[in-house]
């Protein structure tokens, strides 16, 4: 059988403008792949592509072993997505919205209350099966969608920004369940701009922009790969006149924006010496990671 | 055709059921209101133009009235399912984009929604048919071809109204769906008075509108009549539904298959 979900050159134009421009992944079976990219770069498109909801343009998809879009449908009977927003059914409590979900794959009525139990107690939500979705917090109706997105017993599971929007308790709940899933031999393609998120969750990511993959590898592979390992930033009274007369000198590479400088290097222990003697400037000393790696693919100006 | 393929395959049910669910939490009301305003009009007119005019066609003003008002009440709740309420899972709730992330066609949701506001109007005009009975309105065993016809005469205004749906921005829009299209029917086609009373132009125009055609077969079969060339007007209300679902169809794919 061919992998869980394989896509090769993949190109999706609106009216001109090529906002895929060519994608290829392949992901084998029990694996977190990652799609990180700012917004607008494609992410959202790829993956309503892999799912069969739009044609592309050029390149073949495999989903699960069915060709797409031509049998996407057959491939989204074993498939589970977590929407970018939820779209729970305001009209129906927690539990009639796993019911009422489970009969889109046509599960019949008794095998779906049966797995009831299970899904609200994966989503923490063992006591509201019968609360309207209104009184639910973002955290938990976060946790229910992924538990609708499981009521099929998927093996492949597409979630699309998961934790935007979560406070910080809630996350680490939502990462503990996605890590329960990946424990339980399900596959994962998720989409994010959270560097933290990537990094825990992601046995391998791409960081797309602009609707090309400009790297693909495990999260430590790549940032090895691209940038030094050690970083400084400066920030504080006199960071300019520090970056302009010293920073070059004390790193590999040193780039100043807006009021901090970043020092990439091997061997820190030069700058932060420097920096002692420069009681108005604060400084960071720390390992380089994913977020140094997607700055510097993708750049530093804002996107819309 | 790919829409008989997903009516056989029958996955547009659970959709269907989706529907019913929330309909039926709520049906109480639901029913009240569909009664209480076609209600209104019939004790409204129906008695008060009774002392002006005692009989139209051969019969009391208020039973003609009946027949009438229990078509364009059917019209009515099949336009207000498939515009708002459809507006509503499509594109504020994204109800659609939840379901056709399971394995369920673009084709399974529109022909789920096109046959639940349907429903609706069988459920509407079943309604108010019993209300009818209970008033002593009328009594003749005709009246059971009421409930088809409802849901026929439903079909062809859920058609053709998933196609404003289809176009829609936001619900503003369908304001003019009903004061350009559907109110004007209900002032031309029958349901106060019979059109063959208006003018020559009038009448051409009536008979080219689909609720001419509804209350054509309804009126006589609440009246205890068999209506003449009934497969004519049950063909005009099927061909005005077929066109605007598959107009519809293709606009739904145009906007959010793109």
């Known amino acids: ?304 | 055709m790919s829409v008989a393929r997903a009516l056989v395959a029958g996955r547009w049910v659970a959709v269907w059921r989706r529907n019913y669910l929330v309909w039926r939490k709520l049906a109480a009301v639901s029913i009240a209101g569909n009664i209480i305003d076609p209600l209104f009009y019939l004790l409204g007119f129906g008695l008060g133009f009774a002392t002006m005019i005692p009989e139209v066609e051969g019969v009391k003003y208020i039973a003609f009235l009946a027949g009438g008002t229990i078509c364009y009440t059917t019209m009515l709740a099949a336009s207000f399912e498939a515009l708002y309420s459809g507006f509503a899972r499509m594109h504020v709730q994204r109800t659609w984009e939840g379901i056709l992330n399971a394995p369920v066609s673009l084709e399974d949701v529109v022909l789920a929604e096109w046959i639940w506001a349907a429903s609706k109007s069988l459920l509407s005009g079943t309604a108010i048919l019993l209300v009818a009975i209970a008033l002593g309105l009328g009594q003749s065993w005709t009246m059971v071809f009421i409930v088809p016809l409802a849901f026929l005469i439903g079909l062809s205004f859920a058609g053709m109204g998933l196609v404003m749906t289809a176009l829609a921005k936001s619900y503003d829009f369908f304001t003019y769906w009903f004061t350009l299209v559907l109110t004007p029917q209900m002032l031309l086609c029958g349901v106060f008075f019979p059109i063959s009373g208006l003018p020559g132009w009038v009448q051409a125009i009536a008979s080219s509108l689909p609720l001419t055609h509804a209350i054509a077969i309804g009126r006589p079969l609440f009246l205890g009549q068999w209506p003449d060339s009934a497969l004519l007007h049950a063909g005009v209300l099927v061909a005005y539904g077929a066109a605007g679902f598959w107009i519809a169809l293709t606009l739904f794919r145009r906007r959010l298959l793109a």
């Open chain 1, 1 to 304: 059988m061919a992998g869980v979900l394989e896509a090769k050159g993949v190109r999706k134009s609106y009216g001109g403008r090529e906002v895929v421009a060519g994608i290829d992944l392949a992901l084998a079976k029990g694996e977190c792949y990652g799609l990180l990219g700012p917004n607008g770069a494609g992410k959202t498109t790829t993956l309503r592509m892999l799912l069969g909801l739009t044609a592309p343009d050029a390149g073949t998809i495999s989903l699960l072993g069915h060709p797409v879009p031509q049998a996407a449908r057959e491939g989204r009977i074993r498939v589970g997505v977590v929407p970018q927003m939820d779209n729970l059914d305001p009209d129906f409590t927690v539990s009639e919205n796993l019911l009422v979900y489970g009969r889109y794959f046509g599960m019949p009525e008794a095998e779906i209350r049966a797995r009831l139990p299970k899904l609200l107690e994966f989503a923490a939500l063992e006591t509201r099966g019968a609360s309207p979705i209104q009184s639910l917090s973002g955290g938990m109706k976060r946790r229910l969608v992924l538990a609708r997105a499981l009521v099929n017993d998927p093996d492949l599971i597409f979630l699309d920004e998961p934790t935007t929007g979560l406070d910080p308790q809630a996350r680490h709940l939502m990462w503990e369940r996605l890590r329960l899933l990946l424990r339980q031999g399900k596959t994962i393609l998720l989409t994010t701009h959270f560097m933290d998120e990537a990094e825990r969750l992601c046995d391998r990511l791409a960081i797309i922009d602009h609707g090309r993959m400009l790297a693909e590898g495990t999260p430590r592979a790549l940032i090895a790969e691209h940038i030094e390992p050690e970083v400084v930033e400066v920030y504080g009274e006199g960071v300019e006149e520090w970056f302009g007369a010293q920073a070059k000198q004390l790193a590999t590479r040193a780039e100043l924006h807006g009021e901090t400088a970043f020092c990439y290097t091997k061997d820190a222990a030069p700058a932060v010496a420097s920096l002692k003697d420069h009681a108005s400037l604060r400084f960071l000393h720390r390992r380089a990671n994913l977020e140094d790696l997607f700055l510097k693919l993708t750049g530093r100006e804002m996107r819309e």
